[in-house]
Structures are given as C-alpha cells and as structure tokens.
C-alpha cells in the first residue's frame, strides 16, 4: 500500500474503502459494503461502500453546489487541473496497473496500456477543451430579414453529469467521461462499476489530489439494483453517460425520466474477409482485434464472415496465430496474455453458447477447454445461422468463423444482428473496402486493421443497439456535454 492513496481507505488488510463528495473520502455511515473479489484467484482485492440513498444524495448535491461556480472558472485554468490530473496518473501508472490487473483481471500489458493511454486521453481532451467555441448569426442571411439580428451561440454545460464507466476499463472508459464533462464546465457524479470500482477510486484519489475544487467530481459505489434507480431518476442530474448493456440503456431510458442520455453498449462486431485479403494481415489483425483482453471488449470482433475460397487458409493462419500469441494464465504474469473472464456467469453463459455450437454442428478448430474462469482462446467453424453464438455477444475469448459465398452476404449477415458497434473488413480492392464499408450498418468501419475505439479523438459511437450518441472523441464527447445558449442582439436600425 503507497502513501499517496493512504486517504481513500482504512489502512487495513483487505483495505476498507470510501466514497468521496465534496473532497472529502467518507466512510460508509451504515456500515454497508461490498466485497470485490478479483477474478484471479477469488482473493479480496479490496471493500467498497454501498452508500445508502442519503449518502448518493449528498454527491448529487455537491456536484449540484459546486457546478456553477466550476464553470465560472477561467477555461485555461480549468485545463490546468485536468493537465495535473493526467501527470499524476502518469506518475502512480503502476500502481493502477497492478490495480487493473488485479481487480478485472486484464493481463500485463493491456493493463498497462490502459493506465498510459489514459494520460494521453486526458492531456488532449484538455486541450479540445480550450476550443470550446460557439456560432455567430446574421439575420441578414434569411430572406425577409436586414442587418438587424446578431445571434451569438454559445456551448454551455449540461449542470450535473452521471458517468457510469463498465468494468472492463474502469480507468480509460471512466476518465473520458469525467473529463469530456469536466474540462466544459459540467460537474460529475462517478458511479463505478462494482467490479472496477477500486481502480477507479484511485483514480478518483489523483483529480482531488490535482487540486479539483470541492464538488467538481464525487464518487460513489454500489450495485446498481441498490443505488442506480436513486441515481438515474435524480432530479438534479442533467445528464447521464453510460458505457454497458444495451438492457441497461433500455432501463434507463425508461426510468430516467427528461435528461441527456448518452451510451456506449454491446456489439457483435463483424470482420469480413475478402479472398484477395492479405490472410498474414488479416489473421494477425483478427487474432489481436478478439482475443485482447480475452475478448472483453465492446468493440471485440465476435464473428468472422470469411469469403469460401479462402475460408480454410485463413482459418490455419488465425489458429496458428492465437495459438502463438494468446498464453492463458495468470495475467500478473507478463507471459500470459490470456486471463479469466470476469466472473463465473459469464464463464457459464459462454458454456452453454459453445454447447449449443457444438450441439448444432459446429467445429473446435482450437482450445475449448474451460477451467472455472479461465478459457481457453477457442475458435469455432462450421458456424449456422441457428446458433446463439451466430448472434449474442459472449464477452469471453470464443470466436465463430462464418463461410460466406461474397462480401454482399457477408454484409447481409453482418447487418442481420441486432447490434451496429464497429466492422472490419479485409482486402487488397479500394473500391470492394468502399462498397462494404458504405453498406454496413455500424459506428465505425475499419478497412485493414482490427476493429478499436482508439486512438481517442477520433469520433466513436454505436448503430442500433450498439449506443445513442458520440460517446467518444475528444471533440464530440465535449460537444454532447454542452448545449448551446443563444444571445442575440438587436441592432438599432
Ligand atoms: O469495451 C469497450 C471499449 O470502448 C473498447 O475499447 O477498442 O479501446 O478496446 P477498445
């Protein structure tokens, strides 16, 4: 345990932690808490508060306190902050690694990369935000108008935003979202995902330490059954933002009530492989784009629709490749590229989806051994359409290889889901990367390179059930935290 984080928990063995309003790290008053169990070894990583409604109420308020005099604040020195957050994270990088490693279980070096490329995320976000401009009108342009009108369109902050980051990267999905609100002049009320929820809490722990001012950002944990509704259906919560189920998405758009909704959800991204593909490229690219933290990931690539002639060949390159580089074990090791799904439902859901293949004929062309958490880095083929795993997402290292006749069937399957987050497609034709790109349904295309959200400016959103809104992007995430205020003036004739 480091001194730097000796504020955020009891000192003790498992660490009792708090949650934090007004600056200030407050231990749970009812004494209600949360185990965090990591996924390694079932060890207690650490406890967490589960606040009660009055302590969820008393973030809501000082987030609510704090906003207006956050946004009075000169952009430049707002910026400031946030760039002394980024150095600060970039300072104690190990220490939410080992965090990140422990808590969720991602192997080594993609534990790693989170912690870095969330420094790089956070210094560019807070260089978008120094431009943060509006529009200026002339009622001149339209018809039946003079030189009498000066609209000047101002983009102002939303007031309070939920961030609701998922637990598969509770730092580099939870620092966007704080900052994208932060850095125009919102204020923010973190609720993390349970599982997750320490690393963010450090997290948490280096803004206050960048001399956030009370109220700027709070942060409490919970299960969302227990203090999501009180959260979602707030009063004073302006916005909400996001990145999990789209069951999730659904209820809250339900229950929220009139707010800015934003969401980030589930995929069942496609790859396309056309016979004239670089099949070196591709397999190394597709091996990358679903296995990285073993396939939990919302912009994993969870199916491959590959064109008949070369199906076998390519399916020989992929397997030789996972089988190289996709090491299971445990992820504190940095050999072991592969570590345990989350928890052990979701090791039970994707059982079944594998019984099911198997049950309707399809293949194991590699790995398919389970044991508890820890999954095997498994490719299946001789996929049919009336598999599950054909259509759900399984958030776990299982990938369905699809033999198509030509890309417009590719395109046709890939489009049937229900789901529109990213695409790949691969080949050595400009205009056949076009037509696929342009006919499939989904946030982003990729042409030759694995499906990803990075790098973090640029614009980043799902189709369908894949989001609402530019989750992602420094420019566009800022954008959505802003509305604009319109002043016009009337020009005496
Ligand atoms: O899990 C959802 C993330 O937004 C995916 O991000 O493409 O950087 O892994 P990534």
Request: proline share 5%.
């Amino acid at each position: 345990m480091t001194t730097i984080f000796t504020e955020i928990h009891n000192l003790q063995k498992p660490p009792v932690y708090k949650y934090f309003v007004g600056n200030q790290w407050l231990p749970s008053a009812s004494d209600k808490h949360i185990e965090i169990h990591s996924p390694i070894d079932n060890s207690i990583v650490g406890i967490v508060p589960s606040v009660t409604k009055e302590e969820a109420e008393s973030a809501v308020e000082s987030a609510k306190n704090a906003q207006k005099g956050w946004e009075e604040m000169l952009v430049h020195e707002r910026v400031e902050i946030i760039h002394k957050a980024a150095a600060l994270i970039k300072e104690n990088a190990d220490i939410l690694r080992d965090l990140i490693i422990l808590e969720i279980g991602k192997p080594f070096g993609e534990a790693e990369e989170e912690a870095l490329r969330t420094v790089d995320l956070i210094d560019y976000y807070a260089e978008e935000g120094r431009r943060l401009v509006g529009d200026v009108w002339d009622s001149s342009a339209f018809p039946g108008y003079k030189k009498s009108k000066i609209a000047i369109a101002r983009k102002v902050p939303l007031g309070v935003v939920l961030c609701i980051p998922p637990f598969n990267y509770p730092v580099n999905e939870g620092a966007p979202k704080i900052v994208g609100a932060l850095v125009s002049g919102n204020s923010v009320v973190l609720k993390p995902s349970t599982q997750g929820a320490i690393s963010s809490l450090h997290m948490v722990e280096l803004f206050r330490q960048a001399g956030l001012p009370p109220g700027v950002l709070n942060c409490v944990t919970g299960k969302g059954e227990d203090v999501g509704d009180f959260l979602i259906t707030h009063h004073l919560i302006d916005a909400i933002n996001m990145t999990g189920s789209y069951e999730t998405a659904e209820y809250i758009t339900k229950k929220a009530g009139v707010k800015k909704l934003l969401f980030g959800l589930s995929g069942k991204d496609a790859s396309i492989v056309i016979a004239d593909a670089d099949l070196d490229l591709a397999s190394d690219e597709i091996a990358k784009g679903s296995f990285s933290y073993g396939g939990q990931r919302c912009t994993g690539i969870k199916r491959v629709l590959v064109e008949e002639k070369v199906h076998d060949e390519f399916v020989d390159k992929l397997k030789k490749v996972v089988s190289k580089k996709y090491k299971l074990g445990d992820p504190r090791i940095k050999e072991n590229t592969l570590g345990p799904v989350i928890d052990d439902k979701t090791a039970i859901y994707i059982k079944e989806l594998l019984d099911d293949a198997l049950g309707l004929g399809a293949k194991i062309v590699l790995g398919g051994r389970f044991d508890g958490r820890y999954l095997e880095a498994t490719i299946l083929t001789n996929i049919s359409k009336r598999m599950k795993i054909a259509w759900e997402e399984p958030f776990g290292p299982i990938l369905p290889v699809i033999k198509v006749k030509d890309w417009q069937e590719a395109v046709l399957v890939s489009n049937e889901s229900e789901y529109g987050l990213q695409s790949s497609v691969f080949t050595r034709n400009i205009d056949t990367a076009w037509a696929v790109a342009n006919a499939l349904e989904a946030g982003s295309v990729q042409i030759n390179g694995k499906d990803a959200r990075g790098p973090d400016h640029f614009p980043f959103t799902g189709f369908k059930h894949s989001g609402l809104g530019m989750v992602q992007g420094a420019k566009y995430l800022i954008g959505e935290m802003t509305r604009y205020k319109t002043v016009v003036m009337n020009i005496k004739p």
